[in-house]
């Protein structure tokens, strides 16, 4: 089992900055890639960034140029730096993580969500 803890979502005015923080804990040892999702208000849950073991990352056309995810293997500690943020920006941010199942295939963990909101 895994346990992701999320920090730092919050409000800010359109062009503003935030950085979100995700610490798991628990079975670490199996996590794979770990990022962050996000669902805005009457839509569907999308990717926004992943960063793979292998240092792959990967990000919604959306948001490129704009959010960094970043990652400390050592801490167990996943980021996203939000710059230029815009209200379209305006949802739930939830982190997760792939982990390498017991037997075979991979569990994907959850955190507990954090409101993003950015005003115009």
């Known amino acids: 089992q895994v346990q992701l803890v999320e920090s730092g979502g919050g409000l800010v005015q359109a062009g503003g900055s935030l950085r979100l923080s995700c610490a798991a804990s628990?079975?670490?040892?199996?996590?794979?890639?770990m990022g962050w999702h996000r669902q805005a208000p009457g839509n569907q849950r999308e990717l926004v960034a992943v960063?793979?073991?292998?240092?792959?990352?990967n990000y919604a056309d959306s948001v490129k140029g704009r959010f960094t995810i970043s990652r400390d293997n050592a801490k167990n500690t996943v980021w996203l730096q939000m710059n230029s943020l815009k209200p379209e920006d305006t949802a739930v941010y939830y982190c997760?993580?792939?982990?390498?199942?017991?037997?075979?295939?991979?569990?994907?963990?959850w955190g507990q969500g954090t409101q993003v909101t950015v005003s115009s």
């Open positions: 997760f993580a792939n982990a390498l199942a017991a037997v075979s295939g991979y569990n994907q963990y």
């Open positions: 628990g079975s670490t040892s199996s996590i794979t890639s």
């Open positions: 960063h793979t073991s292998g240092g792959i990352t």
